[in-house]
């Protein structure tokens, strides 16, 4: 018998979101009920020297800006692993989407706690200081991919993919005027709709080259881990087993593709049938249902939701 029981019952997977699934009031319940979970957030507001509580619950503008959205996530989603863990569940694979990605690095014990707290607070300094002016990002609904890539190379200017959502629906990225034409292009090619982002700059992008270089700077001073259970990188969408790699990756994410159907489609692929979201919104949750109905997927937002799974996964 394994953790989960026998091999043949498959493999769990959990995931952690990216930017733009914030709101007020993330993770409360888990800080209010859950001491180890209070922890993990005394634990950011010391590595950030913010008051994450405060950011997290309180009505304030702060919490969709790029430098304080980042830690407030990250802290949400280490809360609710914190949980999950403190009742003895454990994932075989984790990922996780952009900023998310530090999650799946704190899961697999790659990182510890304070040092991801302490580089994503970095993260986020760096990509709001390096936003360009006339950046741009881009949602492409109903195309292939392949068909958005040859446009993006074919418009002049910068312009490529931030995100490979799941099917029928990918992110570009660069820009402003090189977004919107190849936008107009893909429309002509069949899109059938280019939904312009709100968001602070063109992030996942060779725009944010210089964030990337300075995060690399901070990774020189932090220990990293040998990965306790296989996790996958945005930059090439496969398991990073070597812990040496791993600065050199994160550095390279910040203006690079983020590979996530790709990461998911490879973690089915080797016997994961069951999804785990772990953090603010069902984002993640929604793109699993385009790119395999097939497997088991839940979110954990909300203490109903951890009570829910508790419930439903009992532990022998």
């Not at 209070?38 to 919490?63: H, P, R």
């Not at 790119?291 to 419930?311: G, H, L, P, T």
Request: aromatic share 6%; glycine share 8%.
């Amino acid at each position: 018998m394994t953790k989960k029981g026998m091999e043949n019952m498959g493999k769990r997977a959990f995931m952690f979101p990216g930017q733009g699934a914030q709101y007020i009031g993330m993770a409360k319940e888990f800080y209010e009920q859950m001491p180890e979970c209070k922890a993990v957030f005394e634990e950011a507001s010391k590595a950030s020297g913010l008051d994450i509580a405060a950011l997290c619950f309180e009505e304030n503008d702060k919490i969709n800006i790029t430098e304080y959205t980042q830690i407030c996530m990250l802290t949400a989603e280490v809360a609710i692993l914190t949980a999950l863990e403190s009742r003895g569940y454990h994932a075989d694979v984790t990922a996780g989407l952009s900023l998310g990605e530090y999650g799946a690095l704190v899961a697999a014990k790659v990182l510890s706690v304070s040092d991801a707290f302490a580089l994503i607070r970095k993260r986020g300094i760096y990509m709001q200081e390096a936003v360009p002016t006339g950046g741009a990002m881009a949602a492409v609904l109903g195309l292939d991919a392949d068909v958005i890539e040859e446009k993006c190379q074919e418009t002049d200017g910068i312009v490529s993919i931030a995100n490979y959502n799941c099917p029928g629906q990918i992110v570009i990225t660069g820009e402003e005027a090189a977004v919107a034409a190849a936008g107009e292009a893909c429309k002509e090619a069949g899109a059938k709709r280019v939904v312009p982002l709100k968001v602070s700059g063109p992030f996942h992008s060779k725009m944010l080259a210089g964030a990337g270089e300075k995060l690399g700077k901070e990774l020189e001073h932090v220990t990293v881990n040998t990965p306790q259970i296989p996790y996958l990188t945005n930059v090439t969408a496969d398991y990073v087993t070597d812990s040496s790699q791993v600065k050199e990756l994160l550095e390279q994410q910040v203006s690079s593709s983020v590979r996530w159907q790709q990461s998911v489609e490879r973690m089915i692929a080797d016997g994961v049938d069951e999804f785990v979201e772990i953090g603010p919104g069902k984002t993640l949750s929604g793109f699993m249902k385009k790119i395999n109905k097939e497997v088991k997927v839940c979110n954990i937002d909300k203490m109903e939701d951890f009570e829910r799974f508790v419930s439903e996964h009992p532990l022998s």
